[in-house]
């Protein structure tokens, strides 16, 4: 794999990991009673995006070492998953 492949399998997993841990632990407008006239009601309050790109990098960067360790060792390639030339 080359550099540029592995920092765009980071970029993905890192976003993935930021997509699953957005909706956790939001407080909302609503939930407080406190609506902001113009807004949402479901508008968070407080998304704590610091706190959770923190968790996020940590997390995808052990998801990340992983999946590479599991390329360069060669226990899954590229030709597993290409099932149109099996044949």
Not at 31 to 57: E, F, H, Q, Y
Not at 63 to 73: D, E, K, M, P
């Amino acid at each position: 794999m080359t550099v540029t492949a592995f920092i765009v399998l980071y970029a993905v997993i890192w976003f993935m990991c930021l997509f699953i841990a957005l909706p956790l632990r939001v407080t909302t407008q609503n939930d407080t009673g406190d609506v902001i006239p113009g807004t949402a009601p479901s508008a968070p309050v407080d998304a704590m995006m610091w706190r959770k790109a923190r968790w996020v990098t940590v997390i995808a960067t052990a998801i990340w070492a992983v999946v590479c360790g599991i390329i360069l060792s060669g226990a899954i390639a590229v030709a597993d998953f290409d099932i149109f030339h099996r044949m």
